[in-house]
């Protein structure tokens, strides 16, 4: 799942689940998102490559002022996990071993070739598709010092 | 500052280690790379392999802590409770088993938190425990500071700061080892959790651990506790047992622990220090980069091939067996024997050419011991610098090509030294199915270091294309036969998460130690099998069946794989062991006898064989004999299919004939 803030109305719906695909001529094969609350269409960066060479060329989109999981948090961007969405409970039981539980402020050291978070003195890698599950809130730098 | 190091000496109440002697043990238990093996060397003088990458005890170890009056057992990582994987169930199986005298929880003085979770877990079995906050000249340079006497207080069991791979903290930790204290502190769970641990206790009959600690195993699922009721199927009313049982109680269990992790850790730090920066974690930063980290997978491919391909494989053996077994030592045991041994079977027997001197101990001492020495130098370099996960993270896309991840790495990298070590590693796998697939993958196409040392002395010294085409052959038989059984197997492919230690020179004495450790356990394994094979040969070879058997194997040999008729003995010795097969066909290949066709051919063949006998036992005893059976029974006609079709086609293009 990959969480999308609307850029027109600012709402946040799921990336993944297709909306409108069905009347639309390009056939849901996209890497577009429309969002359910206006139809205002979105590109998923996460699932395009050249989007996402020129969208970082063009200036850094991805810092956005409100993450929403782990996967959409820029690098070095520091969060505060709120829960964890849709996981598998042996998932979560790995991550909440290793420290990265809800309340838990982490920092998002890389998303390629895999997500890394450091909680604690600890970095953990984990694979994008659990980091896009890991919810997050956004938490000012001074709080990073928790870290 | 209040350093580990200094303030553990307060903690500990008994200045003194007795000198008794006890049926109990003493285990060590941890998460996983933080020390425990290197402490468990400190404390019993046992040489344990050691390494920084999570996953490295795959046995339980025990050895007699001397000092402490009693053996002392090293016990694989265990992140959590309820356990995971088989690696993790290994240790609670010895709470469950061992009778115990105490614990020895080794945390890492730097990551409290993650540690007083495990801690909190333990002090449920209710059997006297110490504390032992290794990496503390760790947690020392990124400015934590904590107040261990107070946390002792908290805990009410001893704690002690300790740097074990300098031995700092030892002696104070033997001290404190010798006057366990069952832990004070309790977690105070929601009014809905007691009633269910009530619950549980009283369904359950007394076993063998704190009746609380079982109930709470239970209620979290834990596969040990979960059996040991399926064991007691009798004595327990199951469904009841499981109605009570639910995720909100599971989940409440877990937040209680953590929110007392929490408050103890909040207590005792006075800094919580700061995140590491410098060169150190540049460095870690920069090899995981999936650009600018590939010049380091290239380095260390590039570094081994040199070391061991190039100086172990070239260097040492024309060293070891051209002109000390060749020219100095054969020589004399040849006039030996035939001075004082008459009967000629017992003569070639022992000096013949399938003597158990001339081809035994040769190729087990002067061909294969420099390579083996090599790798596991060069491996043990890569273990300790922590880089290991690191190859992990950047080759999880490829394993994940073959329904595997990164996880698999470490197995598969240590399949490289040793494919039989490898498979025991496979049980820090997350599911059966990785552990199968792992298991498949080492035993059909993971060259070990004697043989890898054979095929890059061997083809490296043809050309760099007869290397790269082995190297194609060999990795896309491997993608491929993993990409299908991954859709073959039931079951999903496991998500992979992976603590990353910090990058760490590597310190020259602990290498030194594994690397003796490593080849002394290999030349116990393959020396015997060296013997056997070449008294089995002899045997053949002697009765006339092994011209027979050359013969009747020519079809395959000379006519499917298109090679000389010379290599069919070599075959017939890689069914021991592939490396031994791997060095009969490198001396083939040094009088001349095969072409650099025939050489990628033999060397693609004889690496996709099963690797030898031990692995083969190895499989049955970890996965069982109907595996072991299936994997063996898949691989031999794999590596002769690929064999035969890549002969075709590199007879067809024109390569190397």
């Known amino acids: ?147 | 500052m209040i350093q580990c190091a200094i303030v553990h000496h307060e903690s500990v109440s008994s200045p003194k280690a007795p000198n008794l002697v006890c049926d109990e043990s003493i285990l060590l238990v941890g998460h996983p790379n933080v020390g425990k093996s290197t402490l468990f060397e400190a404390l019993t003088g046992s040489r344990v392999i050691t390494a920084n990458y999570p996953g490295t005890t795959v046995e339980v170890t025990r050895a007699s802590g001397q000092r402490l009056g009693c053996d002392v057992i090293d016990s694989p990582g265990l992140l959590t409770l309820p356990s995971r994987g088989e690696d993790e169930q290994a240790t609670v199986h010895i709470l469950f088993q061992e009778p115990l005298r105490s614990i020895a929880q080794i945390g890492d003085a730097k990551n409290l938190r993650r540690t007083l979770l495990l801690t909190v877990e333990l002090a449920e079995f209710e059997i006297p425990m110490v504390l032992a906050l290794n990496m503390a000249d760790e947690a020392d340079q990124r400015g934590v500071e904590l107040d261990v006497s107070r946390l002792s207080e908290k805990l009410g069991i001893n704690v002690v700061g300790t740097t074990a791979h300098r031995k700092v903290g030892v002696p104070a930790l033997e001290s404190a080892m010798s006057a366990p204290r069952v832990p004070t502190c309790s977690v105070a769970y929601p009014l809905d959790v007691e009633e269910a641990v009530e619950t549980v206790m009283a369904l359950l009959p007394e076993g063998p651990v704190a009746s609380k600690a079982l109930a709470l195993m239970w209620l979290t699922g834990d596969p040990v506790a979960e059996r040991w009721v399926l064991d007691h199927a009798a004595e327990v009313d199951q469904p009841a047992l499981l109605g009570i049982r639910s995720s909100a109680i599971g989940d409440g269990i877990h937040e209680a622990r953590l929110a007392m992790a929490h408050v103890l850790t909040n207590d005792v730090t006075h800094s919580p220090g700061n995140v590491l920066s410098g060169a150190r974690a540049k460095l870690g930063r920069v090899t995981t980069h999936p650009v600018a980290g590939l010049p380091f997978v290239a380095l260390a491919l590039v570094g081994l091939y040199w070391f061991v391909g190039l100086f172990g494989a070239g260097t040492l053996v024309d060293l070891m067996e051209r002109q000390l077994f060749g020219e100095v030592i054969n020589p004399r045991v040849i006039t030996l024997v035939e001075q004082f041994i008459g009967f000629e079977l017992v003569r070639d027997a022992l000096i013949g050419e399938y003597g158990l001197w001339t081809m035994g101990i040769t190729y087990a001492f002067g061909l294969i011991l420099p390579i083996v020495a090599t790798f596991f130098i060069a491996f043990g370099v890569l273990e300790d610098s922590g880089y290991l996960p690191r190859l992990a993270v950047l080759t999880n896309r490829a394993f994940r090509a073959m329904g595997l991840n990164g996880k698999a790495v470490v197995p598969m990298v240590l399949g490289l030294g040793c494919v039989t070590m490898a498979t025991m590693t496979t049980r820090t796998l997350d599911s059966r199915r990785d552990r199968f697939l792992v298991t498949l993958l080492l035993a059909l196409g993971v060259p070990c270091s004697a043989q890898l040392g054979v095929v890059l002395g061997m083809l490296g010294g043809t050309s760099f294309v007869a290397l790269a085409l082995w190297g194609s052959v060999v990795l896309g038989v491997l993608l491929v036969v993993g990409w299908v059984a991954a859709r073959l197997m039931p079951g999903e492919r496991s998500a992979f998460v992976t603590e990353l230690p910090p990058m760490r020179l590597p310190a020259v004495r602990p290498i030194i130690v594994k690397t003796v450790a490593r080849v002394e356990w290999y030349l116990r394994e393959v020396v015997p099998l060296f013997l056997i094979g070449s008294a089995l040969l002899f045997v053949l070879d002697a009765t006339g069946l092994l011209a027979s058997l050359v013969e009747a194997s020519k079809p395959v040999v000379v006519g499917w794989l298109g090679l000389p008729p010379e290599a069919a003995a070599a075959f017939l010795m890689g069914f021991f062991r592939r490396d031994f097969g791997a060095a009969g066909l490198f001396v083939i290949a040094s009088a001349g006898l095969m072409t650099s066709t025939q050489m990628v051919v033999a060397m693609t063949t004889i690496t996709l064989f099963v690797p030898c006998v031990a692995s083969v036992l190895v499989i049955a005893k970890e996965r069982g004999w109907q595996v072991a059976a299936g994997v063996t029974g898949l691989v031999f006609p794999i590596a002769i299919g690929v064999g035969g079709v890549v002969s075709r086609v590199l007879g067809a293009v024109g390569w190397g004939s």
């Open chain 1, 1 to 147: 799942m990959t969480m999308i803030q609307c850029q027109l109305c600012g709402e946040t719906f799921d990336g993944s689940a297709p909306i409108g695909c069905e009347s639309c001529p390009m056939g849901g094969s996209c890497t577009l998102a429309c969002c359910p609350n206006c139809g205002f269409t979105t590109v998923d960066v996460q699932r395009s490559g050249p989007a996402r060479l020129v969208a970082r060329l063009l200036g850094s989109p991805q810092r956005r002022p409100h993450a929403h999981t782990v996967a959409d948090t820029p690098r070095d961007g520091v969060v505060e996990v709120t829960g964890f969405s849709e996981m598998a409970s042996d998932s979560v039981a790995l991550l909440r071993a290793y420290g990265l539980d809800i309340g838990r402020t982490v920092r998002v050291v890389q998303h390629r070739p895999m997500t890394i978070v450091e909680v604690d003195h600890t970095e953990v890698a984990l694979e994008r598709d659990l980091a896009s599950l890991i919810t997050v809130a956004a938490v000012n730098q001074s709080s990073a010092r928790d870290l």
